[in-house]
């Protein structure tokens, strides 16, 4: 009996793995970090100065190359979704954390501080938000378009929102020089994939696992150099494991924020079921696929990168928690209207 347990808990705990090996990713290259910080800093054996923005390359070539532009075209003319979308990502929501963060700038360290702002003013994942979409039996191609969008626009309104936060905070960033890094290594290469896509495009449709796989395993890569030199700057002896824990409890907070502001406004739009669910599954996620390559290039030369990711890491996590519950939640009180 005893050994029947441990082999159903060894299978459940692998299953676990495979299913969310990205998350343990995230954990292991943090714990790397740790450990082996030197060859992962900047001037280390992986010259993390330079393959990071190659990674940053890769990413959004991949993401060129596997965005569908018949998918796009066919949810375009949706304005009303479209203009509640992308609002509240690029507008209430960072305005709503700007207020509440100035309000407790006391109790947050200015990383972290930062760190929750730069996740405030992110574009939102396009995977996820259209996947659970179509899951809850909403509008796929108003989620697939608002998704995109947000990801090319927040190319340019991401680093503006940013410059702001930073200028207030009486450190100048030069925007113009970051702006045109920025388009040289995201819009560049997203552009590229895009010209490159109608070459073989049922064939990049087929392996777009790969492409996404690929691109996890560049992040992880992006993560551990970016703690790497955190660690080796000496940034967590001086904020304290406990950056981590306040990190995590208001990453809670800020997603049941962000998820009962988006409901409201949902239920002020008068958005029915089929919109509703775009509207809810694209407008709080924030992605990490774009944040943390986006983070490598605005705050290369800081020394507290590794604080500033946090929020996006554990958000991450949560929004995914949260994504999978509200799905079964929908879907069972919609099956128990239709019996």
Same mark, same amino acid.
């Given at each position: 009996?005893?050994? /029947?347990?441990?082999?159903?808990m060894?299978?459940?705990?692998?299953?676990?793995?495979?299913?969310?090996?990205?998350? &343990?990713?995230?954990?292991?290259?943090? +714990?790397? %970090?740790?450990?082996?910080? =030197?060859?992962? *800093?900047?001037?280390?054996?992986?010259?993390?100065?330079?393959?990071?923005?190659?990674?940053?390359?890769?990413?959004?070539?991949?993401?060129?190359?596997?965005?569908?532009? &018949? %998918?796009?075209?066919?949810? *375009?003319?949706?304005?009303?979704?479209?203009l509640?979308?992308?609002? !509240?990502?690029?507008?209430?929501?960072?305005?709503?954390?700007?207020? !509440?963060?100035?309000s407790?700038? %006391?109790?947050?360290?200015?990383?972290?501080?930062?760190?929750?702002?730069?996740?405030?003013?992110?574009?939102?994942?396009?995977?996820?938000?259209?996947?659970?979409?179509f899951?809850?039996?909403?509008?796929?191609?108003?989620?697939?378009?608002?998704?995109? +969008?947000?990801?090319? *626009?927040?190319i340019?309104?991401?680093?503006?929102?940013?410059?702001?936060?930073?200028?207030?905070?009486?450190?100048?960033l %030069?925007?113009?020089?970051?702006? /045109?890094?920025?388009?040289?290594?995201?819009?560049?290469?997203?552009?590229?994939?895009?010209i490159?896509?109608?070459?073989?495009?049922?064939w990049?449709?087929?392996n777009?696992?790969f492409?996404?796989?690929a691109?996890?395993?560049?992040?992880?890569?992006?993560?551990?150099?970016?703690?790497?030199?955190?660690?080796? =700057?000496?940034v967590?002896?001086?904020?304290?494991? =406990?950056? $981590?824990?306040?990190? $995590?409890?208001?990453?809670?907070?800020?997603?049941?924020?962000?998820?009962?502001?988006?409901?409201?406004? /949902?239920?002020?739009?008068?958005?029915?079921?089929?919109? &509703?669910?775009?509207?809810?599954?694209c407008?709080?996620?924030?992605?990490?696929? $774009?944040?943390?390559?986006? &983070?490598?290039?605005?705050? =290369?030369?800081?020394?507290?990168?590794?604080?500033?990711?946090?929020?996006?890491?554990?958000?991450?996590?949560?929004?995914?928690?949260?994504?999978?519950?509200?799905?079964?939640?929908?879907?069972?009180?919609?099956?128990?209207?239709?019996?």
């Open positions: 009996m005893v050994r /029947i347990r441990f082999d159903a060894n299978s459940s705990l692998v299953m676990w793995i495979r299913n969310n090996w990205f998350l &343990a990713g995230l954990l292991i290259a943090i +714990l790397l %970090a740790w450990l082996f910080s =030197e060859p992962g *800093a900047r001037g280390g054996l992986l010259r993390s100065e330079i393959t990071t923005r190659l990674g940053v390359i890769l990413i959004f070539f991949f993401q060129g190359l596997t965005l569908s532009p &018949a %998918a796009l075209k066919s949810g *375009a003319l949706q304005w009303r979704l479209h509640f979308v992308q609002s !509240f990502i690029f507008l209430v929501i960072p305005i709503c954390t700007l207020l !509440f963060l100035l407790t700038s %006391a109790f947050i360290s200015e990383d972290l501080q930062t760190g929750f702002f730069f996740l405030a003013v992110l574009p939102t994942t396009i995977a996820t938000s259209v996947a659970y979409t899951l809850t039996k909403g509008n796929v191609a108003g989620a697939v378009f608002n998704s995109s +969008l947000s990801n090319v *626009a927040g340019l309104i991401t680093p503006l929102w940013v410059s702001l936060w930073l200028q207030a905070g009486g450190i100048n %030069a925007l113009g020089s970051l702006l /045109i890094d920025i388009s040289m290594l995201l819009l560049a290469p997203l552009l590229a994939g895009q490159v896509r109608p070459l073989c495009p049922n990049l449709d087929a777009k696992k492409f996404s796989t691109s996890s395993l560049i992040i992880l890569f992006l993560v551990y150099a970016a703690f790497s030199n955190s660690w080796q =700057e000496g967590w002896n001086r904020e304290g494991a =406990e950056v $981590a824990v306040l990190a $995590a409890v208001g990453s809670a907070i800020f997603l049941a924020f962000v998820l009962g502001l988006v409901v409201l406004g /949902i239920r002020a739009a008068g958005f029915d079921h089929f919109d &509703a669910m775009a509207a809810l599954f407008a709080p996620q924030k992605t990490m696929a $774009a944040g943390v390559p986006m &983070a490598n290039l605005i705050f =290369e030369y800081h020394s507290g990168l590794g604080v500033i990711l946090l929020p996006i890491m554990f958000y991450h996590l949560m929004q995914l928690l949260a994504g999978g519950v509200m799905v079964s939640r929908i879907n069972n009180a919609r099956s128990g209207i239709n019996a």
